[in-house]
């Protein structure tokens, strides 16, 4: 790693803030980076505390005295990276009546364009050009877009601050000019009311929740709006959709543990919503509907896996669900699509995914599934109820993505789109494979790996490990070209399909959540270990890699095995874990009690996040290299996380390091907006991953 004298790494001021719960005293130093008005903060960056921002500034410009000489390496990197990307990409046009809506890139644009083309085929006519849209802002995101059930009107909506508060709009096909409407502070989604006269949205509150649903009439105010549900409980999150066959707006309520479901008729979108099934204690369901009856994908009865039942859609009560697929243990039901004839389910079983396809007429089932040793798939959905078109994609760690269109009657496919690698892919060139590593507890761990077929396997490889381990979130063994970056310059890349996701059904999910957390952070390690073992690697060889979540991972894992990891790269970590959950103000603090456990009102969590929270586990001892990546206007995991963390880490640490912190001051929890400036950010990322194994330094570019 390279030694040159960088200039000297910021000291944050300490201001101790002493706090007593269960009888235990925390003491803060650096509460004070959390902006008093960081609520404002988030919808005006700008009013943020002079003497915080000027912190953030000091570090920004430490990690680029460090950093800042792999600026040629990284603008290499973009280089390759970009030259990997089909710049003038589209989505297969999906048909809905007589056109077939698309999504597209121009040559060299950062961001999207929203089209449509007639159903068979012909010109291309753009609605949103995301490019033009962008012009005057320095961040900006698409929410959505959804056209009118007439086909004349698109409902779009866009965050221009990176604090996830969407503004809807809507454009008119006809003359491509916008409506007067505005409506603001919403989570993005709309759904159209049958005659396309007005849309349902969802309205955040000042804590960034999502609340309430509200339909907008066209042409009118939004102080107009009608309130049509009011969620209550604070620990809730509330998302609406359509529903499979486009008759009823889904209201869908929950936590990480219980969920709750109303239907809205699109007929008469003013309409109280209808209860599907009341909320229970640790009972999780979602809806499918056709004709008369639902589809219900449930864990209800102890059905760890999920299982599929049917109820009346005019009585679907629990005391009407009839068991269709019964849950079988170790086969996770990821998730159910329903046709007018078919019914789709998305398994997972041994952390491989599978299709499996139910004539409704018969019963009939058969299932797709891939030979490679690990791989994605996923369906797509699409507008058409009535059809036997299912549309899916495929990936693997050396297969780029390929999108097919299955008769789910014939049993055909066409394959419709194969991922373009503009300056060459060749699968031939890589090797995917699986191991799996043995955890403290016997648990058997998959890791899913990526490296050139010439690697020799001494040992002597730097190793990228990526890991998440929360919410039941299966990381899976997908394709991504930029990682080819890494792997050509000797790197081997693996995953650990940890405890906390569901990679190996739900019960794999359940043991690695609150008290059963540091699971999550065991397998990382054992994961590590195992491919040491393998001579994949070698201690102070591997840079393990987390966001969000998995910043945690990578938080908890340099305090209890920084000594097998030459570096530690954590994005938008979410690592001052006990002072977040006791602040009930924070937009996600009472929806995650369910996941970590609430310490306001629990002895037992409370001590159980202390046990590992990063932030309060730092220990003076020697820690690997760590970037830590923030967003200013992250409304997930607020700025001062990693700012906490990285100050705590360098006051207290003996030897080993650098420790940096790198805040992008005007973008949130997802970094820079554009396909292309998110570039640069992989490229940092990547940068510091070999100059931590001290490859950037030998000119290995």
């Known amino acids: 790693m390279d030694k040159r004298s960088p200039v000297t790494p910021p000291a944050a001021p300490r201001h101790p803030h002493a706090f007593t719960t269960h009888g235990i005293t925390i003491v803060d130093d650096y509460a004070w980076l959390k902006d008093e008005n960081w609520q404002e903060v988030l919808r005006d960056p700008s009013i943020l505390s002079a003497e915080i921002r000027k912190y953030l500034e000091a570090e920004n410009d430490y990690t680029e005295s460090l950093l800042g000489h792999t600026s040629t390496l990284q603008k290499t990197l973009v280089k390759e990276m970009r030259g990997r990307i089909k710049e003038d990409d589209s989505s297969v046009p999906s048909p809905d009546g007589p056109y077939a809506y698309m999504r597209k890139f121009r040559e060299g644009g950062q961001h999207e364009m929203y089209g449509r083309c007639p159903r068979d085929g012909g010109q291309i006519e753009i609605i949103l050009d995301g490019d033009a849209l962008a012009a005057n802002h320095d961040y900006f995101k698409f929410g959505g877009a959804r056209h009118s059930p007439d086909h004349r009107r698109q409902a779009w909506s866009a965050d221009v601050k990176g604090s996830e508060y969407f503004t809807v709009r809507v454009r008119d096909w006809a003359t491509g000019k916008d409506l007067d409407d505005v409506v603001e502070e919403t989570d993005g989604a709309v759904v159209w009311s049958a005659d396309a006269s007005a849309f349902l949205y969802v309205k955040l509150d000042d804590n960034h929740r999502p609340m309430q649903v509200w339909r907008h009439r066209l042409g009118t105010k939004q102080a107009e709006d009608l309130l049509i549900y009011e969620e209550q409980d604070p620990g809730w999150f509330t998302h609406i959709h359509e529903s499979s066959s486009g008759r009823f707006c889904v209201i869908a309520g929950g936590d990480h543990e219980i969920s709750e479901h109303r239907l809205v008729d699109l007929v008469n979108p003013d309409a109280t919503p209808r209860l599907v099934a009341a909320r229970e204690k640790g009972v999780q ?417």
Not at 301 to 314: G, M, Q
Request: with cysteine; hydrophobic share 40%.
């Open 285 to 701: 369901y979602s809806i499918a509907d056709r004709g008369n009856e639902l589809f219900i994908l449930t864990n209800a009865d102890k059905a760890i896996d999920f299982k599929i039942v049917t109820a009346p859609l005019n009585s679907p009560e629990r005391a009407n669900w009839r068991d269709l697929i019964p849950s079988r243990e170790g086969i996770y039901v990821i998730d159910l699509e329903l046709y007018s004839g078919h019914m789709v389910r998305l398994e997972r079983a041994n952390a491989l995914p599978a299709i499996v396809i139910r004539d409704l007429a018969s019963g009939e089932e058969h299932a797709i599934a891939f030979d490679e040793a690990a791989y994605s798939l996923d369906t797509m959905g699409g507008y058409e109820f009535e059809t036997t078109s299912l549309r899916f994609s495929y990936s693997s760690m050396t297969t780029p993505s390929e999108v097919y269109d299955y008769d789910m009657a014939r049993r055909t496919r066409i394959l419709r789109k194969r991922q373009e690698i503009p300056c060459g892919h060749d699968p031939a060139d890589y090797v995917t494979t699986r191991i799996m590593a043995t955890s403290y507890d016997g648990a058997k761990v998959p890791v899913s790996i990526l490296h050139a077929k010439d690697l020799r396997r001494d040992g002597t490889a730097p190793l990228l490990l990526y890991g998440y381990g929360s919410y039941g979130m299966a990381m899976p063994a997908a394709f991504s070209s930029n990682r080819l970056s890494l792997v050509k310059r000797g790197f081997v890349y693996a995953i650990a399909h940890i405890r906390g996701g569901a990679d190996k059904g739900w019960n794999w999910y359940l043991d690695g959540k609150r008290e059963k957390k540091t699971n999550s952070f065991a397998d990382f390690a054992a994961s590590a270990q195992a491919l040491i073992a393998e001579k994949y690697t070698s201690a102070r060889r591997i840079v393990g890699h987390g966001a969000s979540a998995g910043g945690m991972l990578m938080g908890a894992t340099a305090n209890r095995a920084g000594e097998l990891f030459a570096g530690i790269v954590a994005e938008v970590p979410f690592v001052d874990v006990l002072n977040t959950m006791l602040d009930d103000s924070l937009p996600l603090t009472p929806p995650e009690w369910p996941e970590w456990g609430n310490p306001i009102e629990s002895d037992t969590a409370f001590r159980t996040i202390l046990s590992y929270s990063p932030y309060d586990n730092i220990e003076p001892k020697e820690y690997p290299a760590i970037l830590a990546m923030a967003g200013l206007t992250d409304p997930r995991v607020t700025y001062w996380e990693p700012a906490k963390w990285i100050a705590r880490l360098r006051a207290t640490m003996t030897g080993g390091g650098p420790v940096l912190l790198r805040t992008n001051m005007g973008a949130g929890h997802g970094g820079a907006s554009g396909r292309f400036n998110r570039l640069d950010e992989v490229a940092i990322v990547y940068a510091f991953a070999l100059w931590a194994v001290g490859l950037a330094e030998r000119g290995e570019v």
